[in-house]
């Protein structure tokens, strides 16, 4: 019965280095350790996810602010966002959403789309998306569930 459920078919379980990530392993492995400063890493996922999403961050101008009221785009290869990141995270910044949403999901690797408000994220709101028909926008206390292989208009 292990296959029904989406993420747990043997097809999945050769991803992310040969394992299935939750979502808060996924997204600080592959996006939040390159964001969250050293002195504040745990080395446990969930509080780091937690301690992240509460600090402020330095951003490209200067300034500080805590990670909201933007979007990010998750693979294993690339993170987009619209953040003001730092140049030295590597993250991509030239891209628009639905373009790195479109990217993301064509690239057939699992990924992770963030629709950052106001309100803090929790890692419980953290989720992978490994096939595109069970597509997953995560944002604060908010997860909606597309099929990106119907519905193309949902990324605008």
Request: charged letters at 20%; glycine letters at 8%; one cysteine or more.
């Amino acid at each position: 019965m292990e296959g029904a459920v989406l993420g747990g078919s043997q097809q999945n379980k050769m991803l992310c280095d040969g394992a299935v990530m939750n979502g808060p392993e996924f997204f600080m492995k592959y996006a939040g350790y390159r964001l969250l400063p050293k002195n504040k890493v745990a080395a446990d996922v969930i509080s780091d996810a937690q301690t992240l999403f509460g600090i402020s961050l330095p951003q490209s101008q200067g300034s500080s602010l805590r990670l909201s009221s933007s979007w990010m785009v998750v693979t294993p290869e690339w993170v987009a966002t619209n953040f003001k990141v730092l140049p030295e995270t590597g993250f991509k910044t030239n891209l628009k959403f639905p373009e790195a949403i479109r990217l993301a999901l064509k690239s057939g690797q699992p990924c992770m789309i963030l629709s950052l408000g106001k309100r803090t994220l929790q890692p419980r709101d953290l989720f992978v998306t490994y096939d595109p028909r069970a597509t997953r926008k995560c944002s604060e206390g908010s997860i909606k569930t597309y099929d990106a292989t119907l519905e193309k208009d949902w990324t605008s």
